[in-house]
C-alpha cells in the first residue's frame, strides 16, 4: 500500500466510525444542519487535499529524506534507533504544531484565516478538517522548516501524518465517552470534550486547550482548561462574530478572513 492508500483508509475508517458514534452516542445538541455543514467542511477538504497534493506532493515526508541525505537536523546528528526516532518525531512534531496553534491564535493576521476553523457552529468528525487554504498552506511550509531542523525518520513522519489524522478527526468528533474514559485519557491525550472547550466562543476558552494529540503541552505551558464555564452539552460553539448558518458558508469562509473584525483576540 502507498502512503496515500494508507492515508486514506486511515481517513475513512475513522470518519464512518465517529459518524456512527455521532449517530449512537452524541455529546451535544446541533444549531446547523449537520447535511450541509458536512457538505461544507468536505468541500474545504477536498479544495485543501488537492491544493497541497499540487502544491508540495508528498512534501513532509519528501523533506524529511532529503534531511536524512544532507544530515540535516537534530536527529540526524546522533545514532537514534528506529524506534526512538519515531516515538521521538511523533512527540517533538506534535509539540511544534502545539506553538503554532499558539501562534495563529496569538497573530492577528494568523487568526484572521484560523477564526474558519473556529467558525463552525457545531463540531463533528469533519470540523477537524475544516480550514482555509492559505492556513493549510502556511502550515504546510512550517511543518517543512520544523522537518529541516528535527531531521526525523520519514516512517516517523508519516506515522505522525496518520496519527494526527485520526485524531483530528477523534477530537472534533461529536461523542460522549464516559467521564472516566475522557478523565483518564486526558492525562495524556487530547479528547472531543477537552477540544470543544477550545471551540467555545467565551475568548478564555479559546485561547485555551491547544493541543492536537498529547495532552501534556497544554498543562505544561499553562494553556489547559480542564471544564468549561458552562456544562459540555451547553458550550456555544463557535466565534462572536459569525453566529448565523448564512455567515459561515463556504463561499463567505473563503472570504471572511477580509471579513473579521480587527478586535485583539487576546
Ligand atoms: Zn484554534
Ligand atoms: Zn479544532
Known amino acids: 500500500m502507498s502512503t496515500d492508500q494508507i492515508r486514506l483508509s486511515i481517513f475513512l475508517g ?3 466510525l465517529m459518524l456512527f458514534l455521532e449517530s449512537r452516542i452524541p455529546r451535544h445538541p446541533t444549531v446547523d444542519s449537520k447535511k450541509r455543514r458536512l457538505a461544507i467542511n468536505l468541500g474545504l477538504t477536498f479544495l485543501n487535499t488537492g491544493l497541497i497534493k499540487l ?3 508528498a512534501a513532509a515526508v519528501g523533506a524529511a529524506a532529503y534531511a536524512r541525505e544532507q544530515g540535516w537536523g537534530l536527529l540526524n546528528l546522533f545514532e537514534v534507533p528506529a524506534g526512538l526516532n519515531i516515538l521521538a518525531t511523533v512527540i517533538l512534531l506534535d509539540f511544534a ?4 496553534h499558539v501562534l495563529v491564535h496569538k497573530v492577528t493576521f494568523l487568526w484572521r484565516f484560523h477564526i474558519v476553523h473556529h467558525s463552525d457552529l457545531d463540531l463533528d468528525v469533519s470540523s477537524g478538517f475544516r480550514f482555509h487554504p492559505v492556513e493549510i498552506v502556511l502550515s504546510m511550509l ?4 520544523i522537518v529541516f531542523l528535527l531531521g526525523p525518520s520519514v516512517t516517523g513522519v508519516i506515522v505522525f501524518e496518520a496519527v494526527l489524522n485520526g485524531m483530528a478527526q477523534f477530537t472534533h468528533s461529536n ?7 475522557d478523565r483518564a485519557l486526558r492525562y495524556l491525550f487530547v479528547t472531543p470534550d477537552m477540544h470543544r472547550i477550545h471551540h ?8 485555551s486547550n491547544y493541543g492536537f494529540n498529547l495532552s501534556v503541552w497544554d498543562r505544561l505551558f499553562g494553556s489547559y482548561i480542564e471544564e468549561a464555564r458552562r456544562p459540555q ?3 456555544v460553539i463557535g466565534v ?3 453566529r448565523r448558518p448564512e455567515e459561515v458558508s463556504f463561499g463567505h469562509l473563503l472570504s471572511m478572513p477580509a471579513q473579521v473584525r480587527a478586535v485583539d483576540q487576546n
Open 240 to 242: 462572536e462574530q459569525f
Open 97 to 100: 504544531i502545539y506553538w503554532q
Open 142 to 145: 512550517y511543518k517543512i522548516a
Open 175 to 181: 461523542i460522549r465517552l464516559p467521564l472516566r474514559l
Open 14 to 16: 475513522v470518519f464512518f
Open 55 to 57: 502544491i508540495f506532493g
Open 200 to 207: 467555545s466562543v467565551e475568548v478564555r476558552e479559546t485561547n
Open 233 to 235: 452539552p451547553e458550550i
